[in-house]
Structure formats: C-alpha cells, structure tokens
C-alpha cells in the first residue's frame, strides 16, 4: 500500500474549488465534489501506476501522472518509498499551459 500525502499546494486548489462552489452553487455541491475527490483518490492506495504521464508536465522530468475526476485532473507523483504525492487538482477546463504554475 503507498500512502497518500497532500501537498500545500494540491490542499489549497482543492480548497479554492470547494469554496467557488459554495459561493456560486451550494453547499452540498461543493462538498459532494470534495467528496469524490477523496474518495476517487483512495484508488492511488494501491494502483499508483494505473494512470498515464501528464504530458503537460513531462519537461519537470518527474513522471507526474494524473487521475480523472469529474472536470479535474489529480496531479500526483510517485516516490521510491511507496508514498504518492498529490501536487495540484487542475480544472481540466482551463488552459493546460496554466499547468505550468
């Protein structure tokens, strides 16, 4: 099993998205797609690997890879010591250029 950790930076894009859904949806919406963002992330527990290379991302040279949900990508990558790192929740309706911040 690789554990999952968050990086401040993946806590605080999660945490923007959850708040533009609160002020321009609800409440229960913003938190069903936290929601299935964590949960969808439970797979990383145990298949890591599943997920293709972020071609966005390939010039960092560190094999960042990315997982689906719902309009976002869950950019994470994968140490040595069995531990995935989750580095950005990018709004897959955005220009992928902005991947680059």
């Not at 894009?13 to 859904?21: D, F, K, P, S, T």
């Not at 609800?26 to 938190?31: E, T, Y």
């Not at 298949?47 to 972020?54: D, G, L, M, T, Y």
């Amino acid at each position: 099993m690789f554990e999952i950790i968050w990086t401040e930076f993946a806590v605080t894009e999660l945490r923007n998205i959850y708040l533009y859904y609160l002020t321009v949806a609800s409440k229960r919406l913003a938190n069903k797609i936290r929601k299935s963002i964590f949960l969808e992330i439970k797979i990383l527990e145990s298949n890591p690997f599943s997920f293709q290379i972020e071609e966005n991302l390939i010039s960092l040279n560190q094999k960042h890879r990315y997982l689906i949900v719902k309009n976002y990508k869950v950019i994470y990558l994968i140490s040595k010591e069995k531990k995935v790192y989750i580095t950005d929740i990018f709004d897959c309706r955005q220009n992928p250029e902005k991947m680059n911040r």
